[in-house]
Each structure stands twice: as C-alpha cells, then as structure tokens.
C-alpha cells in the first residue's frame, strides 16, 4: 500500500466530514461506516487515524476548544474597554454571539454525550485549567483598577465556569427556559457578591438564546413560580 503523502490533510478531511455528518444525522445515529463512505477514503485510511467513533468525536470537541480557544485570545487582544470589568463584560458577550451557527452545530453534536459522566468531568477539567486561568487574569487587573472588588481571582472564575458550563445547561438537568433564565439570574447575582460584577443582561439573554436554537430545553409548559 503506497504512504500517504499528507496525512495532515486527510486528518484534517476526516474531522470535517465526521463534523458534518454528526451535524446532520446526530452522533447516535451515525456510524464510522457512514464517514468511511462519505469520505471515500478505505477503512485502513481512516483507522489509522482513529480506533472508534468515540475517537473521532474528542478529535472534533479538542479542535473546536481551540478554536474557542483562539476566539477568547482574540478578543482579549482586539477588545477596548475604559476598565477591566467592562472589558470582561464585553468579551463574555462576544463570546457568546461570536459562536454562531458552528457552535450551535457542535451544541447538536455533544448533545448525545452530554450525560456522560467521562465527557462531563473531561469537559469540566479543560475548562477550569484553560479558560479559568485567563479569566482571573481580567479579574486580577480589575481588582488592581478598582472596577471589580473580588478578593479570589482564580477561584472565583473556576466557579463561575463550572456554573456556567455544566449548571446551566438545561439539556444536562433537563431543564426548561424558564428554569435556566433563573439560574442565571441567580449567578449573575452571585457574581455580584463575589465583587465580580460580570454577568450582564445581554449575556443571559445570548446564553438563553443559544440554548433556544440548539433545542436543549425540555419540551414543557410548566411554569415556576418563586
């Protein structure tokens, strides 16, 4: 069998079609038989890659964190702000609406996963040792400019990441809108106790949104009264 040439490219042909076809039939549904077909690649091409289904999948979630990744380093370089606090403010906002359609795309793909413990706890480490980590920094420098009066930093943006990520994730506790609308409002008033006063209306209302278009609200027409 003659060596490919470029494996880059066919690594990269691979994530692009399995993204796709998760995207359109779901990651249950969908079989490595299925990618091998739509690729039009041999089963050797695409095992040598990938032992699984499962393998492909982390493959897609690790290249869309760094793009997430990439956005974040972006905009904490391009975005102008009078303090730290406001900058933050906008970051999280841009975040947020930044993401569009291929983050609701990949809403749809990990939907599948979402209860699994594994995936969870995999989920939840990255984002306290990548994005924890640089949120402090902007509170550290709030807290030096006296826009924002949190006295633990780093502990402070682990919390608000774990909230965010995985408790307010109506399709993980199976929630519907107006159960998460409540919970955000009450990190928002959380943060606020913390001294980090960073969770602004537009960002519920993006956050809720997104969850919307990537139909993650149980289908209920229960109201909460509290």
């Given at each position: 069998m003659a060596r490919n040439k470029y494996p880059e490219q066919t690594l990269e042909q691979i994530l692009k079609v399995?993204?796709?076809?998760?995207?359109?039939?779901?990651?249950?549904k969908t079989s490595i038989q299925d990618i091998i077909d739509a690729l039009g690649m041999s089963k050797g091409a695409v095992y040598h890659h990938f032992r699984s289904k499962e393998d492909i999948l982390k493959a897609v979630m690790d290249k869309e964190l760094?793009?997430?990744?990439?956005?974040?380093?972006?905009?904490?370089?391009?975005?102008?702000?009078?303090?730290?606090?406001?900058?933050?403010?906008?970051?999280?906002?841009?975040?947020?609406?930044?993401?569009?359609?291929?983050?609701?795309?990949?809403?749809?793909?990990?939907?599948?996963?979402?209860?699994?413990?594994?995936?969870?706890?995999e989920g939840l480490k990255k984002g306290v040792q990548r994005d924890a980590i640089i949120i402090a920094e902007l509170m550290l420098?709030?807290?030096?400019?006296?826009?924002?009066?949190?006295?633990?930093?780093?502990?402070?943006a682990e919390v608000f990441l774990l909230l965010t990520n995985i408790?307010?994730?109506?399709?993980?506790?199976?929630?519907?809108?107006?159960?998460?609308?409540s919970r955000l409002h009450f990190v928002q008033h959380m943060m606020k106790g913390l001294g980090a006063d960073i969770v602004s209306d537009l960002l519920i209302q993006s956050i809720t949104e997104r969850h919307a278009q990537a139909d993650s609200y149980r289908n209920t027409n229960q109201q909460i009264n509290l």
């Open positions: 399995s993204t796709l076809i998760f995207t359109e039939k779901g990651y249950e760094g793009r997430a990744e990439q956005l974040l380093a972006r905009l904490i370089a391009e975005t102008e702000a009078p303090n730290a606090r406001e900058k933050l403010i906008r970051i999280l906002e841009q975040m947020i609406l930044d993401s569009g359609l291929q983050q609701q795309s990949m809403d749809h793909i990990l939907s599948a996963q979402i209860k699994n413990p594994q995936f969870v706890l420098q709030g807290k030096q400019d006296g826009s924002l009066q949190v006295e633990q930093p780093l502990e402070c408790w307010i994730n109506p399709l993980l506790f199976e929630r519907n809108r107006e159960e998460t609308v």
